[in-house]
């Protein structure tokens, strides 16, 4: 005998995407961490899970390569990573399958997160926490970049804009309008990227999303973010996000490689030709 509502419930899970899938399994453990914060300090919690280079290089937090990439340090910075990994990653997910997939986006988060520690030596700055899944979703970036190089895709640059600003505004203004500052940029982001979904075309202009080809995306992405680092301190893991696009084009490269006219048709078909 089957029981019909358990079956119906399998099926649901079942049909869902894996993007999707870590999609809400970032969610959970996003809201089940904003729990956790009014019986012990953020501080404490990120410090138990966020990756600090000199934390692990003394080998007193080894697991926070790995749950760094499933932590999220605000609502916006939740919102934007699983908004790319919506878009990115269902698609990528049609191309090479779940099992692919899911090895590559794990695999980009602590490669990622490795680079992050390595920077910190490189630049002596060993005791600067990360939290995010930007390293993994770099990751996706570099196999789509290498497998549908002139796939069109639209970079959104009003966000990274308000970074910039509210990073540049936060140093010169007094203390007490920092946290201003940061609710009014994060409520821009957000209305920026839910104007995309705006049936009018001057709505969606919002955001300044600007039409690239998919090779493109990873440079202007993290080549003059990387840039404006050594000008001003950004809250942005460049490293991280680097570490996440070689595994992602090496991967890519490798399954070119490997299957040559599979990946040719594949590519054809996404640049229209």
């Not at 280079?53 to 003394?58: A, I």
């Not at 990115?88 to 988060?109: N, S």
């Not at 995010?132 to 640059?157: K, N």
Request: charged share 10%; with cysteine; proline share 5%.
């Amino acid at each position: 005998m089957i029981n019909y509502n358990l079956q119906k419930k399998g099926n649901f899970l079942s049909g869902l995407s894996l993007s999707t899938k870590i999609i809400i399994f970032n969610s959970i453990v996003y809201f089940v961490l904003l729990i956790l914060y009014s019986v012990y300090s953020q501080d404490k919690v990120l410090n138990f899970l966020a990756i600090t280079p000199s934390s692990f290089l003394s080998g007193s937090h080894p697991w926070t390569i790995l749950t760094s990439v499933f932590v999220h340090a605000s609502f916006f910075h939740i919102f934007a990573n699983m908004f790319s990994l919506f878009f990115l990653g269902r698609f990528l997910e049609q191309i090479i399958g779940k099992k692919r997939f899911f090895w590559v986006y794990l695999v980009a988060g602590i490669v990622g997160s490795l680079f992050f520690v390595a920077s910190g030596i490189l630049f002596n700055n060993l005791n600067t926490p990360a939290v995010g899944a930007s390293g993994a979703i770099f990751g996706l970036l570099g196999v789509l970049a290498v497998l549908v190089p002139m796939s069109r895709i639209y970079l959104i640059v009003g966000p990274l804009i308000l970074i910039v600003v509210e990073v540049v505004l936060g140093s010169i203004l007094p203390s007490g309008f920092v946290p201003i500052v940061s609710l009014v940029a994060n409520l821009l982001m957000i209305v920026m990227i839910i104007s995309l979904f705006s049936f009018s075309r001057s709505m969606k202009k919002i955001a300044l999303p600007v039409e690239l080809p998919m090779w493109c995306l990873p440079i202007i992405a993290i080549v003059p973010l990387t840039i404006l680092s050594f000008i001003v301190p950004l809250p942005i893991g460049n490293s991280a996000h680097f570490g996440g696009l070689v595994i992602g084009l090496i991967y890519g490269l490798y399954l070119r490689k490997k299957f040559p006219n599979k990946t040719k048709r594949i590519s054809n078909y996404f640049s229209g030709k």
